[in-house]
T-cell receptor
């Protein structure tokens, strides 16, 4: 079974530029998560999708971050404009459901963003 | 709201020694509990999980964890550490339900001395 795919693996941009990350979850997984992991910290949830609907985006800085999951499969996360403090690893994860409840999340390798 | 505390930022052990990484959670009922491992430059790999049932959970790579409701803890253990176990370990908690959101601790960095 293929895992969660993310691209690109690395990205370096200047502040105020825009950037987009792509995620392809495990086939059949209805739930998709985007996490931000700043160096030395645990992952922090940015947004959770169930199919193509947003379940929780309370910690997403909506003035600069946006995410979509068209057709309930692939997802993109965009930052515009980027700030220095956005430098982090952006992790995508997906999970399936069992008896109506989400199971464990499987993670991609992440995209390391450096804003200079 | 749920939360996770990993009190140890770094743990150093000798190869072959036993290991215990601490995790305490805050949640009003019995949550889902997870341990993930992250090697440098990699994503998170699930080591083990607890949903219900037997409170001693076996995982991959020889790891186990024990859920103790009275102590709100889910400590990770391994009887004999290998040099390849050096990595960052994250405990996570999720509220059982249709759309739980895994919340992570800050992580514990494991250093293994030869």
């Amino acid at each position: 079974e293929a895992g969660v795919a993310q691209s690109p693996r690395y990205k370096i941009i200047e502040k105020r530029q825009s950037v987009a990350f792509w995620c392809n979850p495990i086939s059949g997984h209805a739930t998709l998560y985007w996490y931000q992991q700043i160096l030395g910290q645990g992952p922090k949830l940015l947004i959770q999708f169930q199919n193509n609907g947003v379940v929780d985006d309370s910690q997403l800085p909506k003035d600069r971050f946006s995410a979509e999951r068209l057709k309930g499969v692939d997802s993109t996360l965009k930052i515009q404009p980027a700030k220095l403090e956005d430098s982090a690893v952006y992790l995508c994860a997906s999970s399936s459901t069992r008896q109506g409840k989400n199971t464990e999340a499987f993670f991609g390798q992440g995209t390391r963003l450096t804003v200079v | 709201a749920q939360s996770v505390t990993q009190p140890d930022i770094h743990i150093t052990v000798s190869e072959g020694a036993s290991l215990e990484l601490r995790c305490n959670y805050s949640y009003g009922a019995t949550p889902y509990l997870f341990w993930y491992v992250q090697s440098p430059g990699q994503g998170l790999q699930l080591l083990l999980k607890y949903f219900s049932g037997d409170t001693l959970v076996q995982g991959i790579k020889g790891f186990e964890a024990e859920f103790k409701r009275s102590q709100s803890s889910f400590n990770l253990r391994k009887p004999s550490v290998h040099w390849s176990d050096a990595a960052e370990y994250f405990c996570a908690v999720g509220a059982p339900g249709g759309s739980y959101i895994p919340t992570f601790g800050r992580g514990t960095s494991l250093i293994v001395h030869p």
